[in-house]
């Protein structure tokens, strides 16, 4: 059996042979190419539409709307962290399962809307944040003469947890219920509101002229 020359193994590929290997690359584009038509592109997922999920107008001033905010996220045990007249940040641990957490943080930004400002479209976004426990064995190093150290692990371990995962909540009845909360304390008695100090002074002065 004859071993074959340099020029017989890296001759030029047939005409046929090499319109086999450009159908062949051909179909390996088109099959890569309809697997990267399953993935849902990011900006996609946002259509910017004039929907109403994350927003809401309210027949009140910005500060009352924000109050209003404040009262229903503690209602429902969030831990309100800031609260101003034109933002509310709230958040609220969950467990769902053994080793899994769950954080809901809330943000409320109320917009005044209209010239007068007596109206308020409150701006609201839940963010979940998902963590799970991990677990780490605890080691130590034993010096033993003339072997070296040897590592023995200890019958302890550290537990961690560790974020898996973060998502705005897209679920229109979640917020649709936040909003009815907010309607209902705007709709409670106004002449609960503590007065304002600068407006009753005067009041008080004039009166006690009398």
């Keep these: 059996m004859s071993t074959p020359s340099l020029r017989t193994i890296f001759a030029a590929p047939r005409r046929g042979s090499r319109r086999a290997a450009g159908a062949a690359a051909l179909?390996?584009?088109?099959?890569?190419?309809g697997c990267a038509g399953a993935l849902t592109p990011i900006e996609t997922q946002d259509a910017f539409e004039a929907d109403s999920t994350y927003s809401r107008t309210f027949a009140a001033v910005d500060a009352d709307t924000c109050e209003a905010a404040r009262r229903a996220l503690l209602s429902q045990g969030y831990?309100?962290?800031?609260?101003?007249?034109?933002?509310?940040?709230?958040?609220?641990?969950f467990q769902p399962a053994g080793d899994v957490h769950a954080d809901i943080e809330f943000t409320v930004v109320c917009a005044r809307e209209g010239y007068k400002g007596v109206r308020t479209i409150a701006f609201v976004n839940a963010v979940q944040d998902n963590y799970r426990v991990r677990k780490s064995n605890n080691s130590a190093s034993l010096g033993v003469s003339p072997f070296g150290s040897v590592s023995l692990p200890f019958a302890g371990s550290d537990e961690a947890l560790v974020k898996v995962g973060s998502a705005t909540i897209r679920n229109p009845t979640f917020y649709e219920r936040f909003f009815q909360l907010i309607e209902n304390y705007l709709a409670g008695d106004t002449g609960q509101r503590m007065p304002d100090a600068s407006a009753s002074a005067p009041a008080a002065a004039a009166s006690a002229a009398r």
């Design 27 to 33: 179909a390996a584009v088109l099959l890569l190419a």
């Design 79 to 93: 831990i309100v962290n800031s609260a101003t007249a034109q933002q509310v940040r709230g958040k609220k641990s």
